[in-house]
């Protein structure tokens, strides 16, 4: 169990390490979440985030701050959609 605990530690510190060597380090932990969900998945909305079991613990609203913050500081973008033109794309702006 102590081992385990451990890993877990050591998990958070890489994970830590990473954020900060993408300058994501200031944001929140729910921002965080979405950049890492955007950058991990193909056409993103805020339905797909809002879906995800993960998310289930953020209300809409904080999902949809989320975005609108990470868009405005032009770390995600978002399109619009080519099939459903209600729907807008999000992904890394790099």
Do not use: H, W
């Not at 830590?16 to 380090?25: H, P, S, T, W």
Request: net charge positive; aromatic share 8%.
């Amino acid at each position: 169990m102590k081992n385990a605990v451990s890993k877990l530690f050591q998990l958070r510190k890489a994970l830590d390490e990473c954020e900060k060597e993408f300058g994501l380090n200031n944001y929140s932990e729910v921002e965080r979440a979405v950049f890492s969900f955007v950058t991990a998945n193909v056409n993103v909305t805020i339905t797909s985030i809002s879906n995800e079991p993960y998310f289930s613990k953020y209300s809409l609203s904080t999902i949809k701050r989320a975005v609108l913050l990470l868009n405005n500081n032009g770390v995600i973008k978002s399109e619009q959609s080519l099939v459903d033109k209600r729907e807008m794309i999000l992904s890394l702006t790099i």
